[in-house]
């Protein structure tokens, strides 16, 4: 079969023919239907070899919808032609974290030498994958599976970081938004879904700018220097009482402080290298900041109920198999509106 592999490090991913794979006992094997290209997959190919904590090559994706072709042995809660969706991040099963659904938070993965799909194990983009437990496949029924692929990550990450921050959300609140590309554009319409709040979204591209507004975001405005001063503007001196940062870096995360209101959350959801000083002073009275990863599993079934009733929708740009490098250029290259999906 083919598959997108990302083979030694540094060097840019490429279209292979590996032998399919067969289920073993607990396993499932999917037919790929589609398979999103997430920017963490960049994070991945930045690291030095000896800094991966597992082996290469590696079939990348982690977003992955599919059917069922074949179950492994022991294997009874699905069946072959079922249309599911992939929950990522996959744990134990068995600690106190997996026991309620957060296996993004397992207790054990890392002893264990679990890693999701395309992030240490083999992942999405390809023709077939394997999965590592049934327990992780979400029937999606009707979703079209170009659209719910996206939803396992880019839309999971920021519902599951928004829902933190609802309780702030009230009548009268501002949610921030930096970085309005594949988690953005999705929370910016969680947001106004969910929440009274005003949306501001901030990007470098006047294209995502104009993205953020077409999807709901109240106000759109470049990411430099000045936004605070324009949030401090649009807010009457009020100021953000939630702050969601889809970039990470450094000056994102300094932009995502300078907005915070007293009491605020400020989320970090980037994976940009960006650090926070915090301490009596620092930032406003009682700011939280946290660095949340992923979401749960009943988090995604509640997403896909959203997507189902028209409330978030993806933007996204389909490729075949064989385009697969040419969307991770794009990517790469700020390009991208919405999520690439590719269809192996
Ligand atoms: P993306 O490339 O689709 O979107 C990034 C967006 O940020 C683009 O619109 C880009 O124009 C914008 N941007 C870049 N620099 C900016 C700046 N200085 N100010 C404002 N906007 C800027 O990426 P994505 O797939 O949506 O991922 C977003 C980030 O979230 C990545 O860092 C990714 O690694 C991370 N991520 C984290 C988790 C988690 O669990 N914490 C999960 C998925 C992705
Ligand atoms: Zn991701
Ligand atoms: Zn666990």
Redesign the pocket.
Known sequence: MKALQYRSAGTAPEIVEIPRPVPGPGQVLLRVLAAGV???DF?VMGAPADQLSFPLPLTLGHEGVGTVAETGPGVHTVDVGDLVAVYGPWGCGACAKCAVGKENYCLRAGELGIHPPGLGAPGAIAEYMIVDDARHLVPIDDLDPVQAVPLT??GL?PYHAIKHSLPKLIPGSTAVV???????HVAIQLLRHLSPARVIA????AE?RALAKEVGAHHAIE?DGAAAATIRELTAGRMAEAVFD????P??VAIAAACAAVEADVTI????GGTLPVGFGVLPYEVSVS????GSRAELIEVFDLARSGAISVHTETYALEQAPQAYER?HD?K?RG?AVILP
């Open positions: 997430c920017h963490s994070v990550d880019a990450t930096i970085g309005a590309g594949g988690l953005g901030l990007d470098v591209s995502k990411s889809f970039v990470g870096a000056p994102t959801v980037g994976i940009g660095a949340p990863y992923w990517l700020g991208v999520r």
